[in-house]
């Protein structure tokens, strides 16, 4: 036996390479079972290569498994990103969860065919004699004389409808009882108005001197515009976004013949003007002990020919419902440090989403508290339903019985302590079940980490303490839905206008949305606004400019605001 195993052992190393690739695996070497009398009868030299056929049939068979499995990973998250992409492009973008109807719920084209059949029998008939009836007036008859409108600030032009049945008559011969009014949105070609200045030149007889009143002064030393004109190109332009070309074109199709680069110049100079109250704002939301923060893509500036920079605004939202957008040329972290500071007030909390960057800032700040947007977390799940349905629905159901409570403290209107001991007797119970059972279904082996589902699990448990610091401050909001709601004018602009063609109208673009949204926050109208303040603003106090952003200027302002001369006129 010593010999044989030696005479193996030097031999093996010398067998052709060709002999090795055809016995791969033992259906080769034996292609039908075999009895013990045919086994006994190979050689050592044979038995050797079906063993050495056997053990590479196995590592081949355990690469191609690794192979097989990390396919259908990279197969599993492409389809998850293609069905994502659809999602955005054709389906839709709510994250509205609606529950399934009970199974034994009829639908409401089943309860009317149901009430039609059952109508014949358990409904009597009877004869009505025929008549005349009186036609009454339809729902939109009525609705006509019902007016939609604000008779204070909306213009009305009244028509006279002649009565056809006292024609030829006297008036004595009639006696008008009342009238009937009936009201109809129209429209002209265009709303804009030239405003004529005549100031007569004068001579005085007794001195023989000459003079002329000077020309009213606009908001803008030396320019045609109008403060009136001026704050409805803000408007259009960044709360309607109307680009400045198309309102060009609107202009020169109504008969104006002005200069599309006397647009930008004079929406420039405007926002200068508008720059100190931005600057304000922002202060009063870096003092906010709550504050809410994000990010938004923007291109801005020329990177190449036919290329623009990517860029980012990064809004802050304070406690007192005032936003900010300033412009940053790029995502990373140290502009977290550049527009907050690392100093930050007693109990600060910044809420946020997952983003590294304000992790990374609420180490170098001290005293600050970094809390987790719930609505983030809830989106991971959302996305994960593809993937795994079942225990994406148990997720998405715990997390809604947790906004529930958000929803009755919202419906009662509990502040402070009140509003404390509602979130730690209601809320803190669902907010532990949800992280033991995010505990406990990561545990499970079969959830590969590149599945959805395990990026979400992960992603809820990596942020626990951060989703649980509302449950001990009553001013933390659950999620930054606030902010999202008010950065919407960012994406909608976006698809406007599409980019800024340099870095300073980003950054001026920042500045006249932080003050139209945060006059929508507190339900001012932008319009009225732009008008007093563009006014105001040249003879303001700077150390009180603090009073002309909207929300005291609501407050100080907002009851008698400056008006321009086209208002005293139609007024």
Partial sequence: MRNNQSFLWTKVPVIDTILLMKATTAAALFPTPLSLEQAAAFTPQQVLMAVQGWQIAEQQAAAFQQQLTAFKEQIDALKHQLDWFKRQTFGQKSEKRIPEAPANQLSLDETMEMEAAASPATSPTRLVPAHQRKVLRSAEDKAEAVPFFDENRVPVETIEVPNPEIAGLTPEQYTVIGSKETYRLAQQPGSYVVIKYIRPVIKRLDTQTISCPPAPVGVLEGSRADVSFAAGMIVEKFLYHLPLYRLHQRLQDMGFTLSRVWLTQLMQRIVSLLEPIYNAQFDSIRASRVKAMD?????????????????????????????CFPYCESRRAEHVDQLLGLTAPSGAVLITDGYAAYSRYEKKTEGLTHAQCWAHTRREFFESQDADPQRAAVALEMIGSIYAVEAEIREQGLKGAKKQDVRLTKAKPLVEEFF???????????????NPMSKALAYAHKRRAGLEVFLSDADVPIDTNHLERGLRVIPMGRKAWLFCWTELGAKQVGIVQSLLTTCRLHDINPYDYLVDVLQRVGQHPSSRVAELTPRLWKKHFAANPLRSDLYNISN
């Fill in 436 to 450: 033991t059972w995010v505990a406990d279904t990561a545990a499970d082996t079969g959830l590969l980490p590149s």
């Fill in 295 to 323: 990010e938004t893509p923007i291109k801005a500036g020329l990177q190449g020919p036919g290329k623009m920079k990517q860029g980012y605004f990064w809004p802050v939202y304070g406690e007192r419902d005032e936003i």
